[in-house]
Nanobody, 118 residues
Framework: QVQLVESGGGLVQAGGSLRLSCAAS????????MGWFRQAPGKEREFVAAINRGGGSQYYADSVKGRFTISRDNAKNMVYLQMNSLKVEDTAVYYC???????????WGKGTLVTVSS
């Protein structure tokens, strides 16, 4: 089992940057593919970015490609989302996600709010 705690959200002006962090508990962090999802007010949760267990492959939603970068540090049990050139439409609660690649179990953090003002 893994527990996920997000941090780094806040209020930023359009065009600014934020870096989200997700701290994972447990000894087998490298068994998990990691991802970020977001949910804007009144909308369904949507995929933002994902990274494989070793960190060598990253995947992005078209809406954030070229602006966001996902990375991980397996030695520190951390995953990050660097968000640049933020837009008002990036406003959402951002959730960290972990999927155990051996048994398929999925875990979620409680989320961190990102608000982008115009």
């Amino acid at each position: 089992q893994v527990q996920l705690v997000e941090s780094g959200g806040g209020l930023v002006q359009a065009g600014g940057s934020l870096r989200l962090s997700c701290a994972a508990s447990g000894r087998t962090f490298s068994n998990y593919a990691m991802g970020w999802f977001r949910q804007a007010p009144g909308k369904e949760r949507e995929f933002v970015a994902a990274i494989n267990r070793g960190g060598g492959s990253q995947y992005y939603a078209d809406s954030v490609k070229g602006r966001f970068t996902i990375s991980r540090d397996n030695a520190k049990n951390m995953v990050y989302l660097q968000m640049n050139s933020l837009k008002v439409e990036d406003t959402a609660v951002y959730y960290c996600n972990a999927v155990n690649m051996y048994n398929g179990r999925e875990y979620w953090g409680k989320g961190t709010l990102v608000t982008v003002s115009s």
